[in-house]
């Protein structure tokens, strides 16, 4: 009776201890990125009566007699099924799918996690991190130009609001399209290009292309389009719209600028051809200049234009660099007589205050055919300075910066983890995990790499507990605590009545 007594005690508390954990499930059943466990038991250790004896040649076998001495707890083992995903709208908010964990720095330790409810710290730099504990979203830091080496050591990531993209000077421009071999039009075909130069400011270049008359052959020009500051439209000036003004030397070392059709309209000076200031009808200085981007020489034209309150001068730089394209009969482009072999050909610029310029004009993609005209300019590899605008994280965990200058840029990846056995991780609350004697060391990877998931951007993975199969399990388990009970109930009963034996 004894026995059957702690057996029922023993069925208690581990009934008890089953409910506990299905009380913890029930209770997480809305937290992001929970993963619910299980209670497993075993019978206790057996008191021996009598044992086994073996069969004779006149007698059969007996078994062996045991008295079970109750239950206790088994293991608590955790359930890593993958939880429904839930859309929030949160860029930083990310899901895994799959057996990845993400990998967040507390302190020195690390621990992982599959709760991605992710966000920027008001740190100078940007910090992601978990708004669940507050500790760093580990991840792989991108280089200048965008690249990621997944065989690096894995960092905080930054997402900062001073990232930039240097500028890049243009190196290379494009074009494209079909030269019309029955082009006879005695005027030019001119194509505008914006480029760039090391400081990221913009130039404008102007290709100029005629058809040599009755050949395979079209001459090409470059002109350099130099733009000045803006100035206010005034009466007191002596600037006309739409006139031409060539540079010409005043004579005491100095430049002005006078009116092509009439050289005693003057209407601006300058000492050295960069900065000049503008002259009124009278031909007296006034307060106002403008700026070339450089300096102008002897000869160089410029026309006024703008709008009804803002003017600037324009002028188109020749350039000493110009070639010849050359078509096949068959309209395709001639690389062998062409300047370049890859179609390509050189010009030069000296922007002020930058590095020179050597861009490479490619016309390999023009073809010649009895066709529409449709050359056109395609492309070029210059950009101007860009800011951090925006971000955004793809499903492979990469962030990709969206810049003022309209390029993308990498900024980082957010690492995963994954383990040789997920069971044998250690619960350390909020939803982390550290490694165990059990788990095996992480292997660190990233999301699309083999066994370690994709991630889901703007999205949550949702607790794994399964309500109907909780409340099941309760049933179980508060029928299993109150059978025990009975047990210790009719265990006192039995003693009661060896007790009364006696009266």
Request: glycine share 10%; charged share 20%.
């Amino acid at each position: 009776m004894m026995r059957s007594m702690f057996a029922g005690v023993s069925g208690l508390k581990t009934h008890q201890t089953r409910m506990d954990v299905i009380g913890n499930n029930i209770a997480n059943v809305n937290t992001v990125g929970y993963k619910a466990a299980r209670v497993t038991f075993k019978d206790m250790l057996y008191q021996q009566l009598s044992g086994a004896t073996a069969p004779t040649d006149t007698r059969g076998g007996t078994n062996p007699q045991q008295i079970g001495l109750g239950v206790t707890l088994g293991s608590i083992d955790v359930r890593h099924t993958q939880g429904n995903t839930q859309a929030t709208g949160y860029i930083t908010d990310l899901a895994i799918e799959g057996d990845g964990f993400f990998v967040l720095a507390q302190g020195d330790q690390r621990v992982y996690t599959r709760a991605g409810a992710f966000g920027l710290d008001n740190g100078t730099d940007g910090n992601l991190v978990s708004l669940i504990t507050g500790a760093r979203v580990l991840g792989y830091k991108a280089d200048m130009d965008g690249k990621i080496d997944l065989n690096a050591p894995i960092q905080t990531l930054h997402i900062s609001t001073s990232e930039t993209i240097r500028p890049r000077a243009t190196t290379r421009v494009s074009f494209a399209g079909n030269l019309d071999v029955r082009y006879s039009d005695p005027e030019s075909i001119s194509r505008s290009v914006q480029v760039f130069d090391s400081r990221g400011k913009e130039h404008t270049i102007n290709v100029i292309i005629d058809r040599v008359p009755g050949s395979n052959q079209w001459d090409w020009r470059a002109e350099w389009v130099l733009e000045s500051s803006q100035f206010s439209r005034s009466e007191d000036l002596a600037v006309e719209m739409n006139r031409e003004y060539v540079v010409v030397d005043d004579g005491a070392g100095g430049f002005q600028l006078v009116d092509v059709d009439d050289n005693t309209k003057i209407i601006a000076r300058s000492t050295e051809g960069r900065l000049w200031t503008l002259v009124d009808p009278s031909g007296q200085d006034t307060n106002q200049s403008i700026e070339f981007e450089t300096a102008l020489t002897e000869g160089f034209t410029v026309r006024a234009a703008g709008d009804s309150t803002q003017i600037k001068l324009v002028g188109n730089l020749a350039l000493a660099e110009q070639g010849s394209i050359y078509f096949n009969a068959d309209g395709s482009f001639n690389r062998a007589v062409s300047n370049a072999p890859d179609g390509s050909m050189a010009i030069s610029l000296n922007p002020e205050l930058a590095d020179p310029m050597a861009i490479e004009l490619d016309f390999s993609s023009f073809t010649q055919f009895a066709d529409t005209m449709t050359a056109r300019f395609l492309h070029q590899n210059g950009y101007a300075n860009g800011t951090l605008e925006s971000f955004s994280i793809d499903q492979n965990g990469r962030i990709v910066g969206s810049f003022s200058n309209g390029l993308t840029r990498n900024l980082g990846q957010i690492a995963l983890a994954r383990f040789a056995n997920t069971g044998g991780l250690e619960r350390v609350g909020s939803t982390m995990f550290v490694e165990s004697a059990n788990s095996g060391n992480p292997q660190i990877g990233a999301a699309g790499l083999p066994g370690y998931g994709s991630i889901s951007p703007s999205s949550l993975e949702m607790s794994n507990v399964d309500l109907s199969e909780e409340f099941t399990d309760l049933i179980i388990t508060q029928r299993g605590f109150q059978a025990n009970s009975r047990v210790i109930t009719s265990s006192d009963e039995m003693l009661q009545e060896l007790v009364n034996l006696k009266r």
